[in-house]
């Protein structure tokens, strides 16, 4: 070895005898020292943005409320529309009758106004709200004891108690970065935790990206392409291939010594960022060295083609070229591989699964909702390709019998809570082949459809309304027979019009002898439809004294005997009400405060009395509802976020029993699905043998877990004590189309060609120790990114095995 | 000597006898046989073949000193670096030190001066040495003590801590000449080792060498300059066009060829050489006739009374006047057609004032094996290098009696 050591050592001394190099060195310290003053520093959370009134049409529903109904005088919601700019109350008296669209930078204005004059508070009104845990705590303090800070945080905490599920819940803390001790105008509404995360898994991957993969490794090459035409100069070469040593040794020691350049640079680039990090952003995280050996991995795999190239050319000016080329023919090859990530797989994947009987229907992250074809074996979209927008949302499908599913799509759901305009219940009816059918409104923003009991649930940011199951399958049956008679009986149209023109002219009269006040709760109705409140078959179920705060999730539980319902940071469990009561409202069993984050994303899971509670970046609890205690915590998945929940057991096992111990299964980001279950009084969790796994539901007729991975496969299986899993069918339907191409042609292409644009992923992996990142998306939902840590890896890997294999082969062989 | 067969111009790509082979294989440190390699290249016209060694057989035994000679072209170069293992044979075989060319063993024992050494710009002469010691294999107290002793050795004692861009071509190939003996090899292939130096620098070299030949050490030399290679090498190979043309110590080759002798004869008043008339035979029947109308016409040999001498048993005889001389010579095949030159001459009355016999220069072996269109090729490159070789044809006899001859003259 210790010729080749030498070759090597040489390469080190070479590299230091450069002057591109020290170039190199002082573009990276000043660099350092550009970056070096950056701070930051958390704060209170206080000033509104227009980015948190995604629902900017419950906002402003609700303060014109606020102005225009009389029952809302004095109340906090009165009081602090009464104390918005003229303008804007102005335009926000004529929202109910003209639903005037509002500027959202307007409304938070209108809100950031209200934080530094405070005489819309009134303690009294304030009582009546949902207050969080922190502002009582603000409220204890005196005003002598409370700084300015913490006095614009109460004001805000006091507006968002006013105003309930109008704006996205932010952290208490935000983060404000600073330069040289400038604090820059704009705070970062996230929490330090949320931060360092931020940095680990996007900042530290782009600067992986831009200096280290591209002006690195461009310098580099530059640098380092005369290495091998140099060696190859005659008085060099013989000189060298005349000593003791292999020629296989010499040129892998020269490819090593290569690399030497960039490990020198990148070194010094990384530690500094590293120290930077630790010192300026408190983020001591040695992972960041990673981007150390995957730098110098990356640079590896173009230098082996600039390696080639000047073995075969001898011309430090073609290894650049080819180089240069081979680079181009990566990054074409990536962009192609990405759009057909984004058009083509990634529409494609399950996102939401469910089952009657035998059929199966799932929605896309496309936006499509699907039913398989058996037959053809493959996915028949429902809706047409014309109606698919990315920006619509739509509503995860929920079976009301064994041919009749229920959706809803959200025009712009996906940008706005509220989307555009108002949202009708499709219909997808097995007797018409599951083509959507519009039915009857539901409320605005409905994110949830469940079924509990006899009753079909609607669940948005405001609250939890129902309407009879039944009621809506006769409504359908209606449908259906006006739809069978239409156009075949013109008259009875016109007799309908004449009775509608009646009770037109009778309503015109009632109008008349209306009072104002009427005309009033009118337009208030209207307001409250916008802001998602009752509709004509959906009403309000939840007892009053219960207000919803996003986040929000539902599941029912008990055998079906109890609804649990999870509102920031506390469980509520309730019972149907008795049929022969009048009560129409739902009957709170209990309830029960969960420590940690109340503002992140949670997924519920009921088997029996025991559910699963999962909130972003904390460990699962289970609870007891009977005893109403928690039974423990677990972390599931290597710091991997849940993104969802599922029971494996729903029914009991035996008549009236409710307190089955249960089993979950939970799918962490990473789309590595575990099972947690109870053993004894302790929790456990392993992995169950599937990956890439998009999505989860679970089927309670056949009490089988519904199984979605690789884009549209589905499994649906049953767990087996021992966490095996037992198949009873997979689904897999042939690809057409475009993922034929992508099937044949992009992704042989995909892992011929070294990925190196992905070892971006590679390091964010590594630096942040996950396998996946979740954004949230609001209202339990999250944008997963799946961190492809190890394909880059292998392809780049292999990739330089066989180039290096093939220059070791012409470099043995050849004659010099 | 002439017709021992040892070396003549029909020895090219002679094939060693089994005998030869066997008998070599003892002590010959280079043993090649019937080595031969083509080189193919790939063009838009097709695949072509170019044959730069075409069946050499050669062997150079413990402590010589072995040149190899030949234009450029003659497949020299090719042959040394099939000798290291830089490149492979298409046929034939060959060892060094007894062992296959190529293997590492037979490389380790090797040193190598290439012929235009590079090293890369970030050394000094004690860094490259360290760096090819350890090339080499050699630990580090080994690589320390022996680049002392070669730095003194080839004079870079003292500018040994200055980086190499610093240096001039000689000195350059100084730090070559010392790498090449780094790891104390047994064979050392010097490619063209003065190239580039000044006279003291070649000097330097050349003595470096003769020590290195007297330590037992076996040299193999590629050189242009025919000089230095008859100043020391042992024994020469001579090669054209791929082929092996002689091979021989220097004077067995210069036996080869012909011989020269010169006699120069008083002139007097009756005995001078005058213009033959136009219908007297000419005595040089291999002059060629000069038909320039300022050309001497040919000369021919009066005696004492103004008889023209008979030579015409001497058909090469040449005449040339010199001041107070005519010079005849003669290219002779042996000693009694002297004798009997001289003789007639005597016999005719003639004062020979001097007398004088050459053998064959190096140079002119090598022009005579490699041919002229091979020889006009190399001169271009060797013009300058070969005149050291002119002034050095070895004059055998009689300088004393010539310059008795001219002081006779004078008086």
């Known amino acids: 070895m210790r010729p080749y050591l030498a070759v090597v050592m040489d390469s080190f001394r070479s590299a230091f005898a450069s002057r591109i190099l020290w170039i190199a060195f002082l573009a990276i310290w000043l660099l350092l020292a550009a970056l070096a003053p950056i701070g930051f520093q958390e704060v209170y959370t206080t000033r509104f943005r227009g980015e948190e009134l995604s629902n900017g049409t419950q906002l402003k529903a609700m303060l014109a409320r606020g102005l225009i109904d009389p029952q809302e005088e004095g109340t906090a919601l009165g009081r602090l529309s009464a104390a918005m700019p003229g303008s804007l109350k102005k335009q926000l008296r004529t929202v109910a009758r003209q639903n005037t669209p509002i500027q959202k930078w307007a409304l938070a204005d209108g809100l950031n106004r209200a934080l530094d004059d405070e005489s819309w508070y009134d303690q009294e009104a304030w009582q009546g709200t949902i207050r969080l845990t922190e502002l009582k705590e603000l409220d204890k303090l005196s005003e002598k004891q409370i700084t300015e800070d913490q006095r614009r945080r109460r004001a805000r905490l006091r507006i968002e108690a006013a105003l309930p599920g109008g704006l996205i819940p932010r952290p208490s803390r935000s983060i404000n970065l600073s330069y040289a001790g400038f604090a820059f105008p704009v705070d970062f509404p996230v929490t330090k935790k949320q931060f360092l995360v931020l940095v680990n898994q996007y900042v530290i991957p782009v600067m992986m990206d831009w200096l280290l993969g591209f002006i690195l490794v461009f310098l580099g090459i530059l640098v380092t392409a005369s290495i091998i035409p140099e060696m190859l100069q005659p008085g060099s070469l013989h000189l060298l291939v005349s000593k003791p040593i292999s020629r296989f040794g010499l040129l892998i020691a020269k490819y090593i010594g290569g690399c030497t350049f960039v490990l020198l640079c990148v070194c010094q680039l990384v530690v500094g960022l590293w120290a930077i990090a630790a010192w300026r952003l408190e983020l001591w995280n040695p992972a960041i060295l990673w981007c150390i050996p995957v730098a110098v991995f990356l640079f590896a795999v173009y230098f082996s083609v600039s390696l080639l190239a000047g073995l075969q050319w001898r011309s430090p000016i073609l290894s650049i070229g080819v180089t240069c080329l081979f680079g181009g023919f990566v990054l074409v090859v990536g962009i192609f591989g990405g759009y057909f990530d984004q058009f083509v797989t990634g529409p494609e994947q399950i996102s939401s699964m469910v089952k009657s009987a035998d059929q199966l229907l799932v929605t896309t992250r496309g936006r499509q909702l699907r039913v398989f074809n058996d037959q053809a074996n493959g996915w028949d979209d429902l809706f047409d390709k014309e109606s698919v927008r990315r920006r619509d949302l739509l509503v995860r499908p929920v079976a009301i019998s064994d041919d009749v599913f229920v959706s809803a799509k959200i025009s712009g759901g996906q940008y706005n809570l509220y989307g555009n305009g108002t949202l009708e219940m499709l219909v997808l009816d097995r007797r018409a082949d599951y083509k959507p059918i519009p039915l009857l409104p539901v409320p605005n923003g409905t994110r949830q459809f469940l079924v509990f009991g006899d009753q079909l649930l609607a669940m948005n940011n405001a609250g939890l309304l129902a309407t009879p199951v039944s009621s809506v399958l006769q409504r359908i049956e209606t449908e259906r027979a006006r739809l069978d008679d239409q156009g075949d009986d013109s008259e009875s149209e016109e007799e309908a019009a004449e009775a509608n023109s009646e009770v037109t002219d009778q309503d015109l009269q009632a109008v008349n002898q209306m009072e104002q006040l009427a005309w009033t709760q009118d337009l208030v109705g209207n307001l409250f439809r916008m802001q998602g409140g009752a509709v004509e078959e959906f009403q309000p179920i939840l007892p009053e004294e219960i207000q919803l705060v996003e986040p929000l999730a539902a599941t029912v539980a008990a055998g079906g005997k109890w609804l649990v319902l999870y509102s920031r940071g506390r469980l509520f469990w309730f019972g149907q009400p008795a049929p022969s009561s009048d009560q129409t409202t739902l009957e709170l069993i209990g309830q029960l405060e969960l420590p940690g984050s109340d503002a992140a994303r949670t997924r519920l899971a009921a088997s029996g009395q025991q559910v699963l509670v999962a909130r972003a970046d904390e460990p699962v609890r289970w609870l007891d509802l009977a005893s109403g205690k928690l039974v423990g915590e677990i972390e599931v998945g290597s710091r991997d976020s849940v993104i969802d929940v599922s029971t494996l057991a729903d029914k009991p096992v035996a008549e009236n029993d409710v307190a089955s111990s249960g089993r979950f299964a939970v799918l962490t980001s990473d789309g590595t699905l575990h099972l947690v279950e109870r053993q004894g009084d302790a929790l456990a969790a392993r992995t169950l043998g599937l990956d890439d796994v998009h999505s989860i539901d679970f089927d309670s007729d056949s009490q089988r877990l519904l199984v979605a991975h690789d884009i549209d496969q589905v499994e649906i299986v049953a767990v087996a004590s021992d966490g095996s899993l037992l198949s009873d069918r997979s689904i897999r339907a042939t690809p057409a189309g475009w993922r034929k191409v992508d099937s044949w042609v992009m992704e042989p292409l995909r892992t011929l060609t070294p990925q190196t644009g992905e070892l971006s992923e590679t390091v964010a992996g590594l630096v942040s120790g996950r396998g996946s990142s979740a954004i949230e998306r609001g209202f339990g939902d999250a944008e997963v990114r799946r961190y492809r840590i190890w394909r880059p890896v292998l392809s780049c890997g292999m990739f330089i095995v066989a180039i290096m294999s093939l220059s070791c082969f012409l470099f043995v062989r050849r004659d010099f | ?411």
């Open chain 2, 1 to 411: 000597m002439p017709g021992s067969g040892l070396s003549n111009g029909t020895f090219n790509a002679g094939k060693l006898s089994d005998e030869d082979s066997l008998a070599a294989d003892s002590d010959s440190v280079v043993n090649v046989d019937d080595l031969k390699k083509t080189y193919h290249s790939y063009t838009w016209r097709g695949r072509k073949h170019v044959q730069a060694v075409r069946g050499v057989s050669l062997q150079a035994q413990r402590g010589e000193v072995f040149g190899l000679l030949g234009p450029n072209g003659a497949g020299k170069t090719t042959l040394i670096k099939m000798l290291l293992g830089v490149i492979r044979p298409s046929a034939g075989r060959a060892t060094v030190l007894g062992q296959s060319i190529g293997s590492p063993v037979a490389r380790s024992r090797v040193g190598y001066l290439p012929e235009s050494l590079r090293v890369d710009r970030h050394h000094t002469a004690r860094s490259a040495l360290r760096y090819y010691g350890r090339l080499s294999r050699m630990d580090a107290q080994s690589i320390a003590r022996r680049s002392d002793e070669l730095l003194e050795l080839v004079g870079l004692r003292g500018r040994d801590r200055e980086p190499v861009v610093r240096f001039s071509k000689g000195m350059y190939q100084r730090l070559g000449l010392a790498q090449a003996l780094l790891h104390n090899p047994d064979l050392l292939v010097l490619d063209e080792p003065t190239d580039g130096l000044d006279p003291v620098g070649r000097n330097e070299v050349r003595r470096v060498i003769e020590r290195l030949r007297d330590a037992g050490k076996t040299i193999f030399l590629n050189s242009h300059i025919l000089q230095e290679v008859e100043l020391v090498c042992s024994r020469v190979a001579i090669m054209a066009a791929g082929q092996l043309k002689a091979i021989g110590a220097i004077d067995q080759l210069a036996d080869q060829g012909q011989h020269r002798v010169t006699i120069d004869v008083l002139q007097t008043a009756n005995a001078a050489a005058a213009p033959h008339s136009t219908n007297a035979a000419p005595h040089s029947t291999n002059a060629a006739p000069d038909l320039s109308p300022n050309a001497e016409p040919p000369l021919q040999l009066f005696d004492q009374q103004g008889q023209l001498i008979d030579l015409a048993g001497f058909p090469t005889l040449q005449f040339t006047r010199q001041r107070v001389a005519v010079r005849l010579a003669m290219e002779y095949e042996s000693q009694a057609q002297i004798d009997q030159l001289v003789d007639r001459l005597r016999q005719s009355g003639c004062s020979i004032v001097g007398l004088s016999t050459a053998g064959e220069s190096l140079e002119q072996t090598f022009m005579r094996l490699v041919g002229p269109a091979v020889g006009s090729d190399v001169s271009e490159e060797s013009a300058v290098d070969s005149l050291g070789s002119v002034d050095g044809q070895r004059e055998t006899q009689s300088q004393a009696i010539q310059s008795m001859a001219v002081q006779e003259a004078g008086e």
